[in-house]
Antibody, heavy 127, light 108 residues
Framework: EVQLVESGGGLVEPGGSLRLSCAAS????????MNWVRQAPGKGLEWVGR??????????DYAASVKGRFTISRDDSKNTLFLEMNSLKDEDTAVYYC??????????????????WGQGALVTVSS | SYELTQPPSVSVSPGQTARITCSGD??????AFWYQQKAGQAPVLVIY???ERSSGIPERFSGSSSGTTVTLTISGVQAEDEADYYC???????????FGGGTKLTVL
């Protein structure tokens, strides 16, 4: 059974920092390209960023709204994805989901249509 | 930055056909993906690579592409299809993913 279990959400003051974790199991995490997606209360989905598999360079790319403040990383030895969030703003308040990319090639295999999501971690930025 | 444009809402009666469009300049070159999100739940991928139906998704869901517009079609809409639908794709370079603003499907 595939599982993505997020942790680390909570309340933080503006300008503060928080780190989210996403523990993966049930699929080949090492090959996976992983995304962070967020949803502010009552709003639509917003792509935050994506990290490639290590064999594809392990590079992370970010939405303009978080670039320079957020950092995505991964520990393949622990099948865990991270989102480090710094200089948090009120508008970063959202539910944050980790999710597999729906179309990628990693470890010599191409995957299309994978659709695994975490349960979501609520991040509230407020004084 | 790159944007995908969806209508905010679509309304249909049960049994009718719902069509939800998504427009973006890079869509002729980049695949589109469609997600369904029901209230209080995580999104579910219904269509990938423009027109491939995800596992477990009913046959009444289909996707198509024409130029800079992709379309999600739901034939014979059922009450359970009432949800928010989001298209997703990437910019022309394939680097940055983006979601459309979402379309609320109301089944009258």
């Amino acid at each position: 059974e595939v599982q993505l279990v997020e942790s680390g959400g909570g309340l933080v003051e503006p300008g503060g920092s928080l780190r989210l974790s996403c523990a993966a199991s049930g699929f080949t995490f090492t090959n996976a390209w992983m995304n962070w997606v967020r949803q502010a209360p009552g709003k639509g989905l917003e792509w935050v960023g994506r990290i490639r598999s290590q064999d594809k360079g392990g590079r992370a790319d970010y939405a303009a709204s978080v670039k320079g403040r957020f950092t995505i990383s991964r520990d393949d030895s622990k099948n865990t994805l991270f989102l480090e969030m710094n200089s948090l703003k009120d508008e970063d308040t959202a539910v944050y989901y980790c999710t597999t990319d729906p179309d990628y090639c990693g470890g010599g295999v191409c995957y299309s249509g994978l659709d695994f999501w975490g349960q979501g971690a609520l991040v509230t930025v407020s004084s | 930055s790159y944007e995908l444009t969806q209508p905010p809402s679509v309304s249909v009666s049960p049994g009718q056909t719902a069509r939800i469009t998504c427009s973006g300049d890079a869509l002729p070159k980049q695949y589109a993906f469609w997600y369904q999100q029901k209230a209080g739940q995580a999104p579910v991928l219904v269509i990938y690579k423009d027109s491939e139906r995800s596992s477990g998704i009913p046959e009444r869901f289909s996707g198509s592409s024409s130029g800079t517009t992709v379309t999600l079609t739901i034939s014979g809409v059922q009450a359970e299809d009432e949800a928010d639908y989001y298209c997703q794709s990437t910019d022309i370079s394939g680097t940055y993913r983006v979601f459309g603003g979402g379309t609320k499907l109301t089944v009258l």
